[in-house]
């Protein structure tokens, strides 16, 4: 057994060793068990007796496979099991900030806040409490960094969580990205992911051919892909040339579509041209009339940090 189905099945012994209270309890129990059944048969066992349990919740139809829309799952559970994340979250910064606490304790913090993320992430889309998830999430990027001892878990648990793409999945694949940051930035023009290809500004822009660009080619360049990416970040963001006002803007949006404010404070670089600061949610750097194709880089960075990160296009898929 793996070392995170070995983490999962503690948790799931824990939660067994409960008493049926209320639908928070129960909406824990499907988490896990939803978790659990993405190992197919590594963990159905355990999945097995989570989801027996279940059935002895009232909600609960006898016989059946316990569904999320029959434990109960509403805004009030949603809320609870947010708001006890966010507290882990806060728990896990306040060890990390503390000088005393060794690495032992901070991997084991980072552990059991990782799944609780996790777990409400999951919640939140079970009883569609959109709002209250996307509030965690957006508080949980800003903080991503602290998951970093954990990111070997997001690796495996990323490759779980498959089909339908949501916040939870998004979380994983930013933990993760930690564990593939070895030799800081320096990282492959291309990352390939199925059918799809992730190609870095510089290529996509370059691949036109090389030479001065009007402001109307650059845009056309940058929109075959309609959205960019950090290689090892979660939010999605958007190139936008504005030929007129000879500006490049830079918007960051929500899974859901808004503007999300989770990169304000971000400095965003056009190498060799400009540098703005994302405010909510965007940030504009100024262009020349016609610009040079080779080389043309956007790269962004968190505040106080020394190194840049690139953005890669999606093309295909």
């Not at 829309?69 to 900030?97: H, P, Q």
């Not at 190139?239 to 965003?268: F, T, Y």
Request: hydrophobic share 45%; proline share 2%.
């Amino acid at each position: 057994m793996n070392h995170l189905l070995n983490d999962l099945s503690t948790r799931a012994a824990n939660w067994l060793m409960q008493e049926p209270a209320d639908a928070v309890w129960a909406a824990r129990g499907w988490a896990l068990g939803e978790q659990l059944r993405r190992f197919g048969s590594a963990g159905e066992e355990v999945a097995e007796r989570v989801e027996a349990r279940l059935l002895t919740y009232p909600s609960s139809k006898s016989g059946a496979k316990p569904q999320a829309a029959g434990l109960g799952i509403d805004d009030a559970v949603v809320a609870e099991c947010v708001e006890a994340a966010r507290g882990s979250l806060n728990r896990l910064l306040s060890v990390l900030d503390s000088v005393e606490d060794g690495a032992d304790e901070i991997e084991g913090a980072a552990r059991e806040t990782f799944f609780e993320v996790l777990e409400a992430l999951l919640i939140a889309e079970a009883g569609r409490g959109d709002e209250a998830g996307q509030g965690l999430f957006n508080e949980v990027v800003a903080d991503l960094y602290a998951f970093e001892p954990v990111a070997d878990c997001a690796c495996a648990m990323r490759a779980k969580l498959v089909g339908k793409v949501g916040l939870a999945d998004l979380f994983c694949a930013g933990v993760a990205g930690y564990a593939e940051a070895d030799g800081a930035m320096t990282k492959p023009a291309r990352m390939e992911r199925g059918a799809e290809e992730f190609v870095d500004v510089a290529e996509l822009v370059g691949a036109g051919g090389h030479g001065m660009l009007s402001l109307d080619e650059l845009a056309k360049r940058l929109g075959r892909s309609a959205w960019y990416f950090l290689k090892w970040g979660v939010q999605r963001v958007k190139l936008v040339v504005q030929p007129a006002a000879r500006v490049l803007k830079l918007e960051v949006h929500e899974v859901g579509g808004g503007l999300s404010r989770a990169m304000d404070g971000w400095e965003v670089q056009v190498r060799g041209i400009g540098n703005a600061i994302v405010r909510g949610g965007a940030a504009v750097v100024k262009l020349a009339e016609r610009v040079e194709a080779r080389g043309f880089v956007v790269e962004m960075r968190r505040a106080g940090d020394s190194e840049w990160v690139g953005l890669f296009g999606k093309i295909g898929g």
